[in-house]
């Protein structure tokens, strides 16, 4: 077993966290297919796709760190399989739209968290190629959470309060 540092750990996380976005956003689409909300499939499907490079370029970047490819990918998937028991633990199967979009603010707020939590990391280790990543995707999650929390208040202003849940 590798030993990974703290920097190289947290970038396992992160791309363990864009691994999750995919499938996560994959279950709010089915959710919003059923209910006819095609704006917000496509806003989910852009989102999906950018979760989607994420975990590429992370991956990318782990495959160039000499003999940590495979401890940084152990890591991604050991936070994906996390990310995957709370959505089954949140989204039980009567689950509608706006807990899945509920779901996704707690997991994009998440992935800021992290990402912000790199940012720090690879500054202080002065690592320009985690740095450069982190510029790029940090804008992005924060538009994620926005997006989310947005949709999250569209869904529940169509909402009737005094309908039985
Ligand atoms: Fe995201």
Redesign the pocket.
């Known amino acids: 077993m590798t030993d990974l540092t703290k920097l190289e750990s947290k970038l396992g996380e992160v791309t363990g966290?864009?691994m999750a976005?995919q499938m996560t956003t994959q279950k709010v689409i089915g959710l919003a297919r059923k209910e006819g909300e095609d704006e917000l499939v496509s806003r989910l499907e852009q989102?999906q796709g950018?979760?989607a490079e994420?975990e590429y370029k992370c991956t990318k970047i782990a495959g160039s760190l000499d003999g940590k490819k495979t401890a940084i990918l152990a890591e991604a998937r050991a936070t994906k399989a996390k990310a995957a028991e709370m959505m089954k633990t949140y989204l039980d199967p009567d689950a509608d739209m706006l807990d899945g979009f509920e779901f996704l603010t707690m997991?994009?707020a998440g992935?800021v968290g992290h990402w912000s939590v790199l940012r720090q990391l690879s500054h202080k280790a002065s690592d320009a190629r985690i740095e450069a990543l982190v510029d790029w995707a940090l804008p992005?999650?924060t538009r994620?959470?926005a997006g989310v929390l947005d949709g999250s208040r569209q869904l529940a202003s169509s909402e009737d309060p005094s309908e039985p849940a």
């Open positions: 966290l864009a976005a989102m950018e979760a994420t997991a994009e992935e992005i999650q994620h959470l």
